[in-house]
Structure formats: C-alpha cells, structure tokens
C-alpha cells in the first residue's frame, strides 16, 4: 500500500479513539514510528496497542510467512484431520488418500461455514454440515445438491494453503507467494540427519493463552536476560543464562571437548538476516552448564537419543524457522514454540514435546518428566508477558534501552519493522 | 444520508482497523458493495462483520420496521406490562386503564434512566426510580418534584412507539412514519380469522442468544437446502425439506385432496416484493409429509385445532411481517420466530408457542410435546448460524453461489440491499 | 490541541460506527456539541457513550488534576507501599526511607513492565520481575544489568507523580503542572485542625465496579434530588434529602443552636467556581434530622469524636478536591468516595471510612455499624447509575431538564464541559 494512504490511515486510526498516539499527544503515522526507531531500545507503545497495525501485520506478516501447524504423527492414517487456527482463520490440515499432507480453509465455498467442526478426527469425505456440500480430501468439490445447471464444481474447490514438510514437521503458509524454504533445507540437511527429524513423534502438546499483544511474546522468547530473575529451573540448566563471558568460557569448553558428531557450526539467516525471497531461519548449538544433559529435572535425560546421537554430550541445539516458530532440540527431545496472535491485544503459545517414533510412552518416557521444564517455564514466561503489556499501556511507558543479551531481540524488531513496512 | 457522506464514512471505517474491507485488501465503500453485489451469490463479508454497516441498518431497517413485541395474553389486566429489548432500546408494552395496549421507550424524560427494571410485571404509575417522575399507564408526566415553574409537564411525557395488533399478536415500530399494514390486513382477514387470531394464548416461549451477524440468521431462515442435512426431526414431518420436483408432487396431492376450508391462495408480497410503502409480508401454506398432523414428534396433534378449524388436513400455514417476524401455523398450534440484533455481532432469535385461548394446559396440551420440534430444531440453528459467521469472518471467504432451494433468500437479499442503500 | 483538528477527528470519530452522535444522526464535533449545551438541563448522548471524549478527558482532565490515592496510615513504615489504577495506569504509592510519600508510575524504565504485582506489600528495593533492573524506594535506578557502558541509570529512574498530603490524606497528579492546592489549604486549615486530618487512620475501604461512564456517577454524587426515592436509609439521618425550604428551616435552627466550635462558614470554590491555577475545593455543613448524631443506624454515634470535637451537634460537614473525590465528615467518622474511569463506559466507587488513629477496632468502633450506611447506599447508587447509563445509550434519550436540587450538578456540568474543551 501506498505511504500517503497509510498515513490518511493512520491519521484516521489516530483519531479513532481506539489507539496509543492520540493519547499520547502522538500524531505519528506508521511510516513515521517505523522511521523513528532508535535501535538498541525497545520500541513504541502504538506497535502494541494499535489494532491498525495489527491490521497490517495480518496482510504483512501472519498471511506471508511460514507457521508450524503440527506433526505428521497427529495424522498417520488417510482422512485424519487436525484444525490449525490463528486470528480469524481455521486450517484443515489433512492426509489425503495418497498419503501426502494437505491443507485446505476451512471455509464451505457456498456461503462460507466452517466444515469441520471438531479439533481433530478423521473423514471420508470434508461434508458442510449446513448444506451438505462435500469435498474430498483434496479439497475437491464433490457434490453440491440442486445447484444450477451452469454451476461448476471445479471451480469451487476448498482454497488450498501452502504445505511443506520439515522432517515430520508439517509448516503452512496463507500466501500464494510465500518466502522460500529452500535454502534452509539445503544448509540443515545435516542437523535434520542427526537429529532424526524424520523419525520423531509428537508427544505431548499444550496451549498457553496469553492477554498480550503477540510481539511481547516473540520478544521474550529472544532473549535470555530473564532467565536468570524469572527461570530458575532453566537457569541451573541452561548456560544461555549466564552472562555473555562467562557463557563464553563454557562454550569454548564445550567445543573442545565435542567430538564433532552433532554440527556446531552456526546459521544465522533469522529475521533481518535473511536472504531475499528466503524464510528466515536460524541453527545454533549451545553448551548446558557442566553435567546437564537434557532439559528437565537434574538435568537428567528423560527419553531414548534421537536420530544418530550415541550420547549425551552436555548441549542442547536451537532452531527457528520464520518469525512464529521456534525449536529447542535436546539430545533425547525436542520442544517447539508457536506464538499465535488471535487479535491485537491475545496471542497464544502453544508448545509441542517431540520424542524419537519408536519410543513408548511409560516404557522410555515419562510424559510429566518430558513436559516439566517447559511447562513451568512457559506459565511464568505468560505472566511475565501479561505484565509486560500492562506497564506498556501506560501513557508514561517511553522505549527502553536494551542490554548486551538482547542482542537476537534487536534481530527480531529490525526484522518486524521492515516486514510491517512492507 | 448523502451517497458522498456515505462515501467518505465508509472510507473512513475502511482504515478504522475493525472493518473486514481493509484487511481483505479492499476499499469500497457501502454504495460500491451494493452495487457489486451478484445475484445469485451470497454477501460480501463486510456485511456480516462492519459495526458501520450496523449502523446503517439500525437507522434504515430496526428503527422503521414492524417487529413482534409480544402477544396480548402476556398483559390482560390494565398496568400489566412487559419489555421488549433490541440493540440499546428497550421498551415498555403496557395495558392502559381503558384496555389499550401502548409502548413507550424506558427513558426517563429527566436524565434518561430506565423505568422498569424488571422484565415484566403490572404498575398503576411508571414511576422513575431515580428520582421518582411518575407517568401514567399513557406515557403522560403526572408528577416531578421541584420543577422551575416554567417546567411543562405536558411536553415531557414517554417517547411513544407505534403498537398495531394482528389479533393478539403486538407489533411495534419505533419509527414515527413506518410502512402500512394496511394492505396485509385487508388482503389476510380471512386467514386471521379461520385461524383464529384472536382467539389465541402465548403458551411458552424461549430465546436463544447467536453468536452471530443477525442476517445470517434471517437468511437461515429463508431456505430449507439446510433442512435435511441439519434438521431430521424437521425433514421428518415438513414436505418443504424435500427437493421442489418432490415437493411439487406433494402439493399437488394436497391441493387435489383439500376442501378449501383453509385459503390455500398464496400472498408473496415479501421482502423485495412488497409494494411501495407497505411493509412486506407473506402467506402460504404447505403440505407436510403423508400423514403428520402437526409439529410434533411422528407429527402426532399436540393441541386442540385453532380458530374454526374442523380437521387436520396435512398442511401448515407461514407468515411473515416485516424483516424479523415469522410464524409457522399448524392446525393445532403456531409458532413464532423473532430475530432481535443486539450488536454487529450477535443477535437473538425468540421463539414463542401459541394455543387457543381457551386451551388448558396438562388437560389439552403438554408443554414437553408442543415445543419439542422447534426448540431441538432452533437450538441446531444456533449452532449453524454460528460455524457461519467463524467461516465468513475468514479472510479467504468469498460470496458462493445459491442453489434453486434459496430463492426466497434471494429475495431477503435483494430487499436488504435496498433498504440498506435506503 | 485546536478546534479544526478536533472537528476533524470527531467528523471522524461520527464515523467510526462506534459513537453516539451518527446513530443518532448527529454530526455535530465535540465543539459544536459544548458549544450547544443547554445550561438547566443534563448532557447530551455522546458526552457519555463516545470513546473519542473519553479519549479527550483522560488528557484535560484525568492526568491534570488531583485525586485520592489513600492515606498515610496504609503505609506506616519504610518500603510499604500500595497501588493506585486509574484507566491503565498503575501508580506505586510508597513510604521512602526518611519517611516521606512518593508516588511512581509502575513502569519498568527498560521494556516497561509492571514492577509490583501486588495491590500493596513491603519492598526493601523495587525490583523489576523481568530483568530485574532494581530501584530504589525514590525510584532511583540502582542496578540494571549488562548495559551499554553509556547507559546512564541517572536517567532512568522512575517516572514519578505528584504527591500532596492532606493530613494524612494522600493526594497524587500525573500532571507536570498540576493546578494549585494552596488555596485550599490556606482557607481549610481550621477545618483540617478541628476534625483532626492529622490523627486520622483508614478503618475499611471497598471497591463498587460500576458499568457507566464516570460522569453518570459523579453526577449522581452532586445531587440529593434523589435521595428520599432511592435512599432510605440516608433520608432518614440527612436534612439534605429534604425539599430546599424545609431543609433551610433545618439549616436555619442548627446555625443557631451551634456554640460555633466547628466552622460553618462555607467555602464554594468548587467546579466552575475554582480560581484559575487552583484545584477546585468546597467546604460545607449541613445539618442531620433532629437528634441524629453521625452516619449510622438510627443515627447513633458510632465512633470517638475525631479531633477537637467535644460533643455530637447534630451536623456532618462536607469537603471535596478535585473533580473525583469527596468526602463526608461526620463527628466520630470520615467517609470518602473516589470516581476511578476505568473506560469510557466503565468506572468504580471506591469508597473509604476513616476514624480517630487512636481508636481500637472492637473496642472504640464496630466495622459493620461502621461502614452499614455507605455501603448500602453506594450499593443502590450502583444500580442506580447503570440503569441511568441503559437509558442515555438509547437513541431516543434527549437531555432532560434539571430540578431545583441539581444546582451542584450542574456546577459540575459547567466545569465539565469547560476543561473538556481545554
């Protein structure tokens, strides 16, 4: 869209009553806030109140990009279906007869019910309950009652979202266009080996919904400069919450002592270091303090090694693809983060615990020792959050300035600022 | 209003961040999305979800419309009353001391408080709580203390709205010029009076709050394509489920077999058929499935025959007045539909049950029996209604053509465009 | 801010599908609607329905001018401290280490989250739950970790409100340049000595959520022409509730009956009455019915007399500052009410009941005789006050002319609309 029109717009917004700048005396457009960020402080009330940004951030960013939607383990069979929803949208996310994975809105061509009702299940056929429309699990229409005679089924299909498979990993992307993922795979092919990510099975999964605006919750999930005051359970785990030295110390010890069997050479093309028309993404290995190996209790293990791994080599690695989804891979378990806006002021997290497909839940792991970690974790971190927006719908909040740990934050605002531009 | 004001408001509500246009990429205004709607299709989705369109249809469609309040049975005694509720009016339905049922608007003329805070109930004066102005059972001011002496009383008596009964049936209009219901009178008497309009009780009624645009109700209502999929206790009983050849058959049937002792002539002066200045109604009647009698399960009779019917002769009546008032007649009950908006997002729809007047229940009829069809069958509605609104607010939502089984949709439609345009 | 962009935005805000004014076919800007206010009679539909003006009160009027945030005695020793939330604000009322009140906005100077999540406590250092960037009780920035060496902690402590003690009243502005409370406090120093302001403690509070603009309740606090109607238990205790005749004749036997030893003359600096540069203020004393005593069942005395007060004289006097907090001050007690705005169609009554500090709960006072008649009355002043709102959201409502015993209220509307245009 053109700047002059978002800054009618934005104008518009100003005096709507609804948003930040009026109440701050602000009469800045969108434009204006993007072009007056001071890097290296965090960023303006209006980027988390104004429902018209949130408006732009739907066309710029959650129809653009690339979202986890789940594994492929939920759906084994031909007709198993699970519903990915985020803001206004529901996805089918489906097997089809062939065994490939699909996706299709979950919108009736007809006058527009959804069709699946239930969260997950299984279908022969994708029926309306209103009028009984039917698809097939292509998405195809199939039948259509008493429709006139220049009707044509073919062209009212179910629209179709894009799919791609990370290993079981099964992401989606709204956009016709979407960025690539093609240079990811390409880099990763030997972190995906390692860890077996053709070989997982999701384990356990739970919902974390959050009053706040969703860029509160990607910004938390950036930095570890509150590990230490709020996760004491990761922090007597997880080196990343050490201050920058001393966790450089650790990770000089750690490289030295690897024997090279998991990649440690890093890829940083996340947020505002991605390659044009590429998804963002990002691959990182760090140390966890001495004699930890895995993320739970004790730091003990809690699951049989995935893929290729013969040992616990005390370090954990992190990946990301795209700006909503996020990974944390142990050497016995991998946890996924997906932050969910629902409207500019909900957003939820929901987290994914993935195992290796062969182990047996009760024999190999214990799901309240798998989950843990991340469950206490992630419930504080929703507090944090929800208070985090509290103190920055002040009409005193001003940006602050950000620490040395905050470093992958400053990635992400670079990133959304540019994005939200469009 | 002006086109051009309509114009510019519309643009304005285009970058307000609430409206759906926007977010589809789209920038027309009210005018342009009536004049491109394409018969045959359903409506763009800013109708169902813009609160500026909302207000347009308060201004041009609840404020001047007739809607069934309720039914003289509720008020026998003079200062028995009861309120009628829609969007942010409510109003007072009162038996005045010479037996004339009124409605005044529960404002009170000093500083606007409500009256009547209960529901219903029986007054000799309406007198404000607030600071005690009383009026009269007619709306006129009696009393208020310590007035200047300038103060006239006479000038600030209730708002009035317009009451006009259809047999017991009370219909209001909160417009002070509302179309005529003349026509509809003179041209149904003979059915009013076969069916015994006057003669008749409210025997239950109940109301069931949507989550939902409060057309995608009405339009649920208008067509029966949704009635084998979603209502088998319905399709059951009412030929109108069946496919119009089928149902041609049956009504030939019904016709050939009839003695005329019901008006079987049809009236379809609905919606965009209504003449200029009158309010719309129709009148038709329909056969059921061979061998029901009523609404009811097996469609068994569940009370005695209303007016001066003699027999069951397989058939109901329908009856419209106005864009939210419906009734169903069967032989030996009738049920009344009303869709009341509460905001741009929900609504309710309110069923009522009639029996004659001199019916006694638990000796000539049971309440279990006599609302069995149409609570299970509402109570579906609700549930379609809603999984529509979840799929049109989708941001790949698009008009999907109408089948031959929504023609009287179609005409919903078409009258709302217009009196939206207005 | 200047009258063309205020008819500009409230042209857009009649737009916005949210406001009063187009349902009503009004497009008047807020301007023309002050400008159109006819003194003698209640507001307009928008001043109490439209987000923009909301909007607009929170800059003119809410963060300019003072209010009651509690009182000395909930914070007797260093680093307690207790919250005050006004709209989205969080303030942190604390006694610092030399024992003075301070007031700070409860948010982060780093990414502004909420610092204190209890409603009150003790806090040696106040520390942020984030990152925890600690201040001190001054709200001096201490420490913040791992910042840039030019990060200047100097200037990121706390931003601070204004503090003003009345006795041991605490008053607080969120302005820079709040208006003048030295007028006020020149003129009552008799009063504060007499009923003792300095040896007063906080007996009980309690909180009445209101769903009603603020000014709906404010007004309703500015007038007892509703009293006898709908307060009982107050018009048996108070001459205030009676008519203005009988109510001088009271007034006039109690003036002469006074030994003179509390202050009758009043003070009406009030509302539109303030001195420009002052805080508007007004001292009163009206007299109880013959042989009542205090605010209590039967008009007992329910508490020792406070400050020089030798005996009960059949009075309570009257104070407010600002346009949100009142107060009553019997011979044995203080009650004080509080108007908070939380939205433009939500506020809250905080209601407050002081006593003598060396008065022993069980022993001096009992809290249920206490605080029985302001709870009961500011419970039906609740009902009251939503119902009033039901009302004024009509599309029928039009302002209402005012009684004789409304002269206060309408000070108040004077004032209002004043320092709403600004």
Redesign the interface.
């Known amino acids: 869209m053109s700047t002059d029109k978002w800054n ?2 934005f104008k ?7 948003a930040a700048a ?2 701050n ?1 602000d009469n800045r457009t969108i434009e204006q806030l993007i072009e007056d960020y001071q890097p ?1 402080y ?1 960023m303006e009330q209006q980027f988390y109140r ?3 940004i ?2 732009r951030e ?2 710029n960013i959650f ?1 653009k990009h690339w979202i986890l939607a789940g594994h492929v383990s939920q759906i084994p069979n031909a007709g198993d279906f699970f519903l990915f929803e985020m803001d ?3 996805v089918i996310v489906i097997r089809t007869r062939d065994g490939e994975v699909r996706a299709h ?11 699946c ?1 239930e969260k997950q299940g299984n279908a022969k056929l994708l029926t ?5 429309w039917s698809f097939d699990l292509d998405g195809n229409l199939v039948s ?5 005679e220049d ?1 044509d089924k073919s062209q ?1 299909g179910l ?1 179709a979202a894009k799919v791609e498979l990370v290993g079981g990993l099964i992401f989606i992307s ?1 956009s016709d266009n979407p960025p690539s993922l093609a240079t990811m795979r390409k880099d990763l092919g030997d972190v995906f080996d390692t860890f077996g990510f053709d070989h997982m099975k999701l384990a356990a999964s739970k919902t974390f919904p959050i009053a706040a605006n969703w860029k509160l919750a990607v ?1 938390n999930y950036q930095e570890c ?2 590990c ?3 996760h004491q359970e990761y922090a007597k785990i997880h080196a990343l919450a050490l ?2 030295e001393k966790f450089a110390e650790l990770k000089e010890d750690y490289l030295a002592a690897s024997d090279g069997s998991v990649r440690q050479e890093e890829s940083s093309c996340y947020f505002d270091r991605a390659k044009p028309g590429d998804e963002g993404y990002q691959y990182g290995r760090n140390p966890l303090l001495k004699g930890m190996k895995s993320g739970a209790l004790g730091g003990e293990a809690v699951a049989p090694l995935l893929g290729k791994l013969k040992r616990h080599d005390g370090a954990a690695s992190e990946f990301m693809v795209g700006p909503l989804s996020f990974f944390l891979i142990y050497n016995d378990h991998m946890v996924g983060y997906r932050f969910v806006p629902n409207s ?1 002021e909900t957003c939820s997290c929901d987290v994914f615990w993935f195992v290796r497909d062969d182990a047996v839940e009760g024999r190999d792991y214990d799901l309240e020792k798998l989950t843990w970690l991340w469950d206490i974790t992630t419930q504080s971190d929703e507090e ?1 959050i929800v ?2 927006q ?9 940006p ?6 905050e470093y992958f934050e400053q990635s992400f605002l670079n990133w959304y600022l540019a994005a939200l531009k469009g």
């Open positions: 009618l717009s518009v917004q100003r005096k709507s009553g609804m009026e109440w005396g290296g965090s104004d429902p018209e949130y408006q739907i066309e129809l206004r949208e529901s809105l979950n919108v009736c061509r007809h006058r527009g019910s959804h069709i009702l309306c309950p209103y009028h009984a259509a009652r008493l429709m006139a009707f009212n629209h709204l910004e400069y509150h230490t005051p709020s201050a920058p500019h944090i208070n985090n509290k103190g920055v719908d002040s009409h005193f909040y001003r602050g300035r950000l620490s040395k740990m």
